[in-house]
């Protein structure tokens, strides 16, 4: 089939085409809430150990436990900066310093990798989001004894590696092409729909289909222009 012919159908079909991009848009503007601001983030790193033994001269098979014991705190740790009680918590420290910043208003992201704690907050305000990250960074290292009940009571040691820089976080890509892809998927099942209501019509419409189906054409009226 040439192009050409595709082109005449799709005029023809010009309405069919149309519904379904029309309805996709049309539930798009009732249904539409507008994304959210972008926000910022602000990440740190922590190196996470047991406490330090009382023996200055450790053997090496200690040394080797006492490592591998840092890597199953820091499991622990991640676990619980990710739970609701870690927000709860540096709510209420925030709420002690005379700010009020509800748990839910900001997430947290935290990853272990062997013995260091990577924990990631994000906020919409920028200058909140710093307090957030700072009251986090007290939470974790004054009250981390009530999340690793295996250290008897006692608080691990968290080294802090780098300072805690706010950054801006763009709006993601979906959510700038959730529309036009909307859209374009609509437009595509148009066009599907005009080539499937063209294959089951039973009408002759121009001399060629009738030559290709076996008539003979004695004779043709032209279209009134």
């Known amino acids: ?5 595709f082109f005449a159908i799709f005029r023809r079909r010009w309405l069919l085409v149309l519904i379904p991009p029309l309805v ?3 539930f798009s503007i009732v249904t539409y809430q507008p994304p959210p601001a972008p926000g910022f983030n602000v990440g ?3 190196i996470v150990a047991q406490p330090p033994t009382s023996s200055a001269d450790l053997e090496d098979e200690e040394r080797y436990y006492n490592w591998l014991g840092s890597e199953y705190v820091v499991n622990g740790l991640t676990d619980w900066a990710v739970s609701g009680s870690f927000k709860t918590a540096v ?3 925030l709420a002690e310093e005379g700010l009020e910043v509800p748990p839910h208003s900001f997430s947290v992201v935290a990853e272990n990798v062997r ?6 907050v994000q906020h919409g305000d920028a200058e909140t989001l710093a307090h957030i990250m700072n009251a986090a960074i007290t939470v974790l290292r004054e009250q981390n004894a009530d999340a690793l009940p295996q250290l008897g009571g006692e608080t691990a ?3 802090l ?3 805690p820089v706010v950054t801006p976080v763009s709006r993601s890509l979906r959510s700038l092409l959730d529309l036009p892809l909307r859209l374009a998927i609509g437009l595509a099942a148009g066009l599907g729909l005009a080539l499937l209501v063209e294959y089951v019509d039973p009408t002759i419409r121009s001399r060629q289909e009738a030559e290709a189906m076996g ?6 009226i032209p279209r009134k222009k």
């Open 1 to 5: 089939m040439e192009l050409r012919t």
């Open 24 to 26: 996709v848009g049309l």
């Open 44 to 46: 740190v790193n922590f």
């Open 91 to 93: 709510s209420t420290q």
């Open 115 to 120: 013995s260091k704690l990577q924990l990631s």
């Open 157 to 159: 040691v968290l080294t």
């Open 161 to 163: 590696l780098d300072e």
């Open 215 to 220: 008539f003979a054409i004695l004779g043709e």
